[in-house]
């Protein structure tokens, strides 16, 4: 009896046990939480929090969030999320310039608690094309951590 329980708890161990947190279809906000660098400027100040993040829809095996201007699908296993790495091209520097650069975009993150997501995103700026004499960012990292919390459906 003892042995078989022994196995059943080894079993559990084994398989995670952890059980995935309740994440629900709705409106979320960000909150940058944590700025190790941000050399192009993209994190935000410390605590800032945005309130038109967007909409997650969420099923077992993905969580997609659409903002404003971006949509961006999240695999998911149990509580972690991971996105695979995104790289798009942006012009740079305004209507005066032909400066183009490559923007690429590395997240991944967990479900931490009931409706909430901690997302960690590494950002990098570099040249493609162009002349970008004058342009701010064009080679740069960046690496912080958000909070994505559930404001309603």
């Given amino acids: 009896m003892r042995s078989q329980l022994a196995i059943v708890l080894l079993f559990a161990a084994?398989?995670?046990g952890d059980e995935a947190h309740k994440l629900e279809n709705g409106q979320y906000a960000s909150t940058t939480t944590q700025i190790a660098e941000d050399n192009c400027n993209v994190a935000g100040t410390l605590g800032m929090t945005n309130n038109n993040y967007g909409?997650?829809?969420?099923?077992?095996?993905?969580?997609?969030h659409t903002?404003?201007?971006?949509?961006?699908?999240?695999?998911?296993?149990?509580?972690?999320?991971?996105r695979p790495m995104v790289s798009m091209d942006q012009a740079a520097g305004g209507p005066m310039n032909n400066c183009l650069l490559t923007d690429t975009i590395q997240d991944s993150g967990s479900i931490s608690a009931d409706d909430i997501i901690t997302m960690t995103r590494h950002e990098s700026h570099v040249i493609k094309s162009g002349d970008c004499t004058?342009?701010?960012?064009?080679?740069?990292?960046?690496?912080?951590t958000f909070k994505i919390t559930r404001l309603g459906p």
């Fill in 14 to 16: 084994a398989c995670g």
């Fill in 55 to 64: 909409r997650l829809t969420v099923t077992d095996q993905q969580v997609t």
């Fill in 67 to 82: 903002g404003t201007f971006t949509s961006e699908i999240y695999m998911r296993s149990g509580n972690t999320l991971t």
């Fill in 134 to 144: 004058n342009v701010l960012r064009t080679m740069c990292m960046s690496t912080y």
